[in-house]
């Protein structure tokens, strides 16, 4: 099989996934659950967690089928798939971890149309062996879990003044900006923390940009220095 | 009557699809830095809402329900919206050239917004009649219309506001939908 990049080790797969492709903040796909339900982090996680455990399934199937499916058809094949698997985890959910089922709400079926799920599977399971895909589906749904989960938390804490996991309370604060939780501060806070990385990147580019101009500046200099010289031993041998 | 009322306003403004449900949010930061792509794309969402909501209401309860397989709407419906898609494709592009010109574009996109199915799931979830359907699919979508037209406006003046380099783009619009969604907080009031 031809492939265009270099293969990725697991581990590099993984990492890309969760830092230099995170679905959430760098590649801004599947908004809709992100901002839907991070009001809280056990919810975010919950949300994370079930995507993680849907696209690990449909990329690995996804890749096993890959070449029986005929390519006309591929897209209509990967949303029964999808879909199917959703289901099973609707059921899955409903039947162990029913508070979980009933606060997703609406937005557990909708993983079927997430935009994460689908583009994964269009564009790596589709022509990736199922080793490097099940890697794959691993980065990004962590990647995806660590971005529900950075901004139900910072949304948790800011908004109610406590973050609270299976029953336990991690922080307490006094202050609480209810405003975060409502809808409104979903906006708020993914537009803030996009625009905080986005800034950080865009700064750690120019740096690096500027040790090359030195670098390169360097680099220049010297060449010209090499060409002197050497225009002068020619001049010396002439004369 | 006045309950069918009530339920558009609500469903128009008070709980806005995107900016109090938070569905359809990929192509509401996708498609609204143009006036005339939110336009194409708000018509496009409007006619497949109302249709698919209105079929898969039928089948769910026509079919599925009686059938007791109604474990099976998740898929049913996804097919239903897909299938939605390409006929409504097939039929613009035979009886009006010129609008498959201006949607044409944004149809295939549609089956994978979310608020389509989200739509149709919250119709079954409520337990809505078909005429509640019909009115909640319709300004729901028209909801969706409204704010991704308005917020075109919006953004194609935010190009020429003096915004720091790391905030261009989709930061500034989600701060700035972030505002809208406060403001639309406010209808809540009216009814």
Excluded: H
Excluded at chain 1, 152 to 158: D, Q
């Amino acid at each position: 099989m031809a492939k265009k990049k270099k293969r990725l080790t697991p581990k590099q797969n993984v990492i890309k996934g969760l830092i230099k492709e995170n679905p959430t903040f760098v590649l801004i796909l599947g908004m809709c659950p992100t901002l839907g339900v991070t009001t809280s982090l056990e919810n975010g996680l919950g949300m994370g967690l079930s995507v993680l455990f849907v696209l690990i399934l449909t990329n690995t199937i996804i890749s096993l089928i890959r070449n029986i499916v005929p390519s006309e058809i591929r897209i209509p094949v990967y949303i029964v798939v999808i879909a199917l698997i959703v289901t099973m985890l609707e059921w899955l959910l409903q039947a162990y971890i029913p508070s979980l089922y009933a606060s997703l709400g609406i937005f557990l079926p909708l993983i079927v149309v997430n935009c994460i799920i689908l583009g994964r599977a269009e564009a790596y399971a589709s022509d990736n062996t199922i080793f490097d895909s099940l890697f794959d589906a691993i980065g990004m749904g962590l990647g995806f879990t660590l971005g529900l989960s950075t901004l139900s938390f910072v949304r948790e804490l800011l908004g109610t003044g406590s973050v609270q996991l299976l029953g336990f309370t991690l922080f307490e604060a006094n202050v609480a900006a209810s405003f975060l939780v409502q809808p409104a501060g979903a906006f708020l806070t993914l537009g803030l923390i996009i625009g905080i990385i986005n800034t950080i990147k865009a700064d750690k580019a120019k740096k690096k940009k500027a040790i090359m101009d030195i670098k390169i500046a360097a680099a220049l200099k010297k060449k010209a220095e090499k060409a002197a010289a050497l225009k002068a031993k020619e001049e010396l041998a002439n004369v | 009557m006045s309950d069918l009322l009530t339920l558009a306003f609500t469903s128009f403004l008070v709980q806005n699809i995107i900016l109090s449900q938070f569905l359809g949010i990929c192509s509401f930061l996708g498609v609204s830095n143009k006036r005339s792509k939110a336009l194409g794309m708000g018509l496009a969402v409007f006619f497949v809402i109302t249709l698919s909501g209105i079929v898969t209401w039928l089948i769910y309860y026509k079919i599925l329900e009686p059938g007791g397989i109604t474990f099976m709407r998740t898929i049913v419906f996804i097919l239903v919206v897909a299938a939605m898609v390409q006929i409504l494709e097939m039929a613009i592009k035979k009886f009006s050239p010129l609008l498959y010109g201006s949607l044409g574009v944004y149809l295939p996109l549609i089956t994978t917004n979310c608020a389509v199915l989200g739509v149709a799931l919250l119709n079954i979830q409520n337990n809505f009649t078909l005429s509640e359907t019909v009115v909640f699919s319709a300004f729901t979508s028209l909801g969706y219309t409204a704010v991704i037209i308005i917020f075109s406006y919006i953004r194609e003046q935010m190009l020429k506001a003096p915004i720091p380099e790391g905030f261009k783009g989709i930061p500034s619009g989600l701060i700035a939908a972030s505002i809208m969604a406060l403001l639309f907080k406010g209808f809540v009031g009216l009814i």
